[in-house]
């Protein structure tokens, strides 16, 4: 009876260390391939029975994968945020898009991507996707600002990259009027013109998973 418990025990240990290592790798992939963690759920729970272990052995959940996904996204920003160079010279792009239709996301909201440039290397960098109420001008520099500051660069722009939509390109009140007269320093422009191939594709593509 005791050697059958500790046979047990031995095989609920391995199922909790197996299912602690398959959240870690599956959450760190589920970004990268954009997978739900919903279907993350019912995918890993296939495998574990393919291999004997019984789903109260490991109790898996959609929380326990967002949960570790969430503390695998901070990690990642992390270290991405310590290892970048302020003293370089950026070109800025922002982009928004209303996410409606998406159960998570209220209708009304947009998302605005804001991503730097390192124009020495090339290389690009996602600095934050804040989510705004309205997509208004004002609202859209204030959420650029705020995130020039927090990474201590918003005096390392030299070029403005954006969508000629009126928000951002009108003469007087345009998003990159506004970040100019805020710097008191003119900027280059350059036009972005991705949205007008969405517009030709939309209804063409699946829609993105947000989780």
């Avoid at 997978?35 to 291999?51: E, T």
Wanted: proline fraction near 2%.
């Amino acid at each position: 009876m005791e050697k059958k418990m500790l046979e047990e025990q031995k095989i609920e240990l391995s199922a909790r260390d197996i299912k602690e290592g398959w959240i870690k790798t599956t959450a760190e992939r589920a970004d990268a391939e954009v997978i739900s963690s919903r279907k993350l759920v019912s995918v890993v729970g296939g495998i574990f029975g393919g291999i004997g272990i019984k789903p109260d052995m490991v109790n898996l959940s959609r929380s326990g994968f967002q949960t570790r996904r969430g503390k695998e996204r901070s990690k990642k920003a992390g270290l991405i945020k310590s290892s970048f160079n302020v003293d370089s010279w950026f070109a800025l792009h922002w982009d928004g898009k209303k996410m409606g239709g998406h159960r998570h996301v209220d209708s009304a909201t947009e998302l605005l991507s804001i991503v730097v440039t390192d124009l020495q290397t090339g290389e690009s960098t996602v600095l934050d996707i804040p989510a705004l109420e309205h997509g208004k001008a004002d609202d859209i520099m204030d959420a650029i600002l705020a995130v020039l500051k927090d990474w201590k660069i918003s005096s390392r722009i030299v070029a403005l990259v954006f969508d000629t939509t009126n928000v951002n390109s009108r003469a007087n009140t345009g998003v990159a009027v506004q970040l100019e007269k805020k710097w008191k320093q003119q900027l280059i422009h350059i036009y972005c013109r991705h949205h007008i191939y969405e517009r030709r594709l939309h209804g063409t593509e699946p829609e993105p998973v947000i989780d």
